[in-house]
């Protein structure tokens, strides 16, 4: 008993020692070295634990990260929208636009709804890397009155036609963080005339 005592100094020292300088919970008892590793290992336990916990909500928040796919929303030039108006992403004010503008919505993976105050909304799919462009336009169909604004998801090379000329929002009128402050698309390389692909 009283060698084992004496090495018990030693022991600590040399766990001491291999960790971190962290303070490592034992008391003396009349079970001595017994008593010390059941804390100290009830310390590793939940260090353990609470480090596997952060590196899954880092992944789970990373994985998030990758899967979000770019809404883009536009308006013409040809519309009457000529003052800011606001827009809605499933119920919540994310941007404003007007016309000859447009926007881009970091949107999950999932059926969305883009809306406005007093046009028709629409339901749009997003899936993982392939991204979506809504329209606005006005129409009143065979109503009578003035037009009401109507959102239309279009074609991936419709879009990029509809969007040659359009400028990006102002900084401001960017609302959520889920619409990036600026165009984060890169511009297309400048050619010389004539030059071909």
Same mark, same amino acid.
């Given at each position: 008993?009283?060698?084992?005592?004496?090495?018990?100094? *030693?022991?600590?020292?040399?766990?001491?020692?291999?960790?971190?300088?962290?303070?490592?919970?034992?008391?003396?008892?009349?079970?001595? /070295?017994?008593?010390?590793?059941?804390?100290?290992? *009830?310390?590793?336990?939940?260090?353990?634990?609470?480090?596997?916990?952060? @590196?899954?909500?880092?992944?789970?928040?990373?994985?998030?990260?990758?899967?979000?796919?770019?809404?883009?929303?536009?308006?013409?030039?040809?519309?009457?929208?000529?003052?800011?108006?606001?827009?809605?992403?499933?119920?919540? @004010?994310?941007?404003?636009?007007?016309? +000859?503008?447009?926007?881009?919505?970091?949107?999950?993976?999932?059926?969305?709804?883009?809306? &406005? &105050?007093?046009?028709?909304?629409?339901?749009?799919?997003?899936?993982?890397?392939?991204?979506?462009?809504?329209? /606005? &336009?006005?129409?009143?169909?065979? /109503?009578?009155?003035?037009?009401?604004?109507?959102?239309?998801?279009?074609?991936?090379?419709?879009?990029?036609?509809?969007? /040659?000329?359009?400028?990006?929002?102002?900084?401001?009128?960017?609302?959520?963080?889920?619409?990036?402050?600026?165009?984060?698309?890169?511009?297309?390389? @400048?050619? *010389?005339? +004539?030059?071909?692909?």
């Amino acid at each position: 008993m009283t060698s084992t005592n004496g090495s018990f100094p *030693r022991l600590v020292g040399y766990f001491q020692f291999l960790t971190p300088p962290v303070s490592i919970p034992y008391w003396r008892h009349e079970s001595g /070295l017994g008593c010390s590793v059941a804390g100290m290992a *009830r310390f590793w336990t939940r260090t353990s634990a609470a480090i596997i916990v952060a @590196l899954s909500m880092a992944f789970v928040a990373s994985t998030g990260e990758q899967n979000l796919t770019q809404v883009y929303v536009y308006v013409q030039h040809e519309t009457p929208a000529r003052s800011w108006f606001p827009v809605w992403f499933d119920g919540a @004010l994310v941007a404003k636009i007007k016309r +000859g503008r447009f926007f881009v919505i970091d949107a999950s993976p999932g059926r969305h709804m883009v809306s &406005e &105050e007093k046009g028709v909304p629409v339901f749009i799919d997003v899936r993982a890397g392939k991204e979506v462009f809504v329209r /606005l &336009e006005w129409r009143n169909g065979e /109503l009578p009155g003035p037009a009401l604004p109507v959102w239309d998801i279009v074609s991936q090379a419709t879009a990029h036609n509809d969007m /040659l000329l359009l400028a990006y929002i102002d900084a401001d009128k960017a609302i959520s963080k889920s619409v990036p402050k600026a165009d984060s698309r890169k511009p297309p390389p @400048l050619r *010389r005339r +004539g030059e071909s692909d």
